[in-house]
């Protein structure tokens, strides 16, 4: 193949990674919506926060700020973007972006470049590196969630089967959404209360 011809190869699968780059929410949240107190959540719930690393390394988080500051550092393996309001915001490994809409083109611009070096990765080294995350979450916190939710293609939600009180409350619409996958995890000595994890997906996406 020609270079002209590897370009327009390496264009379309760039595309392709575009098409592929999900917009996913992950949100856990009790039966009255119920997802942080005091600047935390409220629940210790360590195998959701193992599915959480699972799922999302390789991939690009995006969270509003005061989800960062209770984080208090990018969390590794993942590239972080924050969105505030504030312009002279910067912490090291992190990226910054001014508004949910830019926090997602900047997203997608990272996984369109990550495509094209990977192409040529495979075409130089013969390696396939398909297996790579592309996926783009959102992480919260409300105000994150309020604004990006009707743009996300999936939310996997983890429903924490508690009436604990919180002082952050969500509440999500999702009727044009289509249940793929359920599990339940029952309350252990590493689970305080027990959860169902159920993975949904946007109708015709
Ligand atoms: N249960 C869960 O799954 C889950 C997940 C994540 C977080 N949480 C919890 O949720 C709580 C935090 O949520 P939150 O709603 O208070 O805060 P948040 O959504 O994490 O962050 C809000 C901040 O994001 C920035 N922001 C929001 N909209 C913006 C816009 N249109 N343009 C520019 N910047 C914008 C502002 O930052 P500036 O003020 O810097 O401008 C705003 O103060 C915590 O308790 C956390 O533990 C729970």
Redesign the pocket.
């Known amino acids: 193949m020609n270079a002209a011809g590897e370009m327009s190869r390496d264009g379309a699968r760039a595309e392709d990674s575009v098409a592929q780059s999900r917009l996913i929410a992950?949100?856990?949240?009790t039966p009255t919506g119920v997802?942080?107190?005091?600047?935390?959540?409220p629940w210790r719930l360590r195998s959701d926060l193992m599915r959480f690393k699972k799922l999302t390394m390789g991939g690009t988080l995006i969270?509003?700020?005061?989800?960062?500051d209770?984080i208090g550092r990018p969390l590794p393996g993942r590239r972080t973007i924050v969105?505030?309001?504030?312009a002279d915001?910067q912490c090291e490994g992190v990226s910054r972006?001014?508004?949910?809409e830019q926090a997602v083109q900047m997203a997608r611009q990272t996984t369109t470049s990550q495509s094209a070096a990977i192409t040529s990765q495979e075409s130089s080294t013969g390696l396939d590196t398909s297996s790579q995350n592309r996926g783009i979450y959102v992480?919260?916190?409300?105000?994150?969630?309020r604004?990006l939710l009707p743009c996300c293609d999936e939310v996997w939600l983890?429903r924490v089967w508690s009436s604990v009180c919180?002082?952050?409350i969500l509440s999500i619409e999702l009727s044009k959404f289509r249940q793929i996958e359920q599990t339940r995890i029952i309350a252990s000595s590493k689970n305080s209360v027990p959860t169902e994890f159920i993975r949904m997906v946007r109708e015709n996406s």
Request: charged share 25%; proline share 3%; no cysteine.
């Open positions: 992950l949100v856990a949240m997802i942080g107190k005091d600047g935390d959540m969270m509003g700020r005061r989800t960062y209770s969105i505030t309001r504030n915001w972006a001014e508004n949910p992480v919260g916190g409300a105000e994150i969630y604004q983890t919180g002082d952050t």
